[in-house]
Nanobody, 115 residues
Framework: QVQLVESGGGLVQAGGSLRLSCAAS????????INWFRQAPGKGREFVAG????????TYADSVKGRFTISRDNAKNTVYLQMNSLKPEDTAVYYC????????WGQGTQVTVSS
């Protein structure tokens, strides 16, 4: 069993930055990949970024490339999503997820970007 808890969301003006955290517990975080997803009001959940267990491999949605950076600190069992140059269309609930040993999601953290 894995528990994922997101934090770091909030209200920010367009062009601003936020750093989200995904803290894992229940099993050693260093053994599994983590992905970030988001869901905007009235839309489906979409992939944002992913990172391998080692942190060597990362992937990004085209909409966030060059603005968002995913990283991890396995000693802290935490994955981060640094979001820069935020746009109003980035407004969504952000979730972290792992599919290693099951399909686990966090409860989400709200990000609101005002224009």
């Amino acid at each position: 069993q894995v528990q994922l808890v997101e934090s770091g969301g909030g209200l920010v003006q367009a062009g601003g930055s936020l750093r989200l955290s995904c803290a894992a517990s229940g099993r050693t975080c260093s053994n599994y990949a983590i992905n970030w997803f988001r869901q905007a009001p009235g839309k489906g959940r979409e992939f944002v970024a992913g990172i391998s267990w080692s942190g060597v491999s990362t992937t990004y949605a085209d909409s966030v490339k060059g603005r968002f950076t995913i990283s991890r600190d396995n000693a802290k069992n935490t994955v981060y999503l640094q979001m820069n140059s935020l746009k109003p269309e980035d407004t969504a609930v952000y979730y972290c997820r792992t599919t290693t040993g099951g399909d686990y999601w966090g409860q989400g953290t709200q990000v609101t970007v005002s224009s």
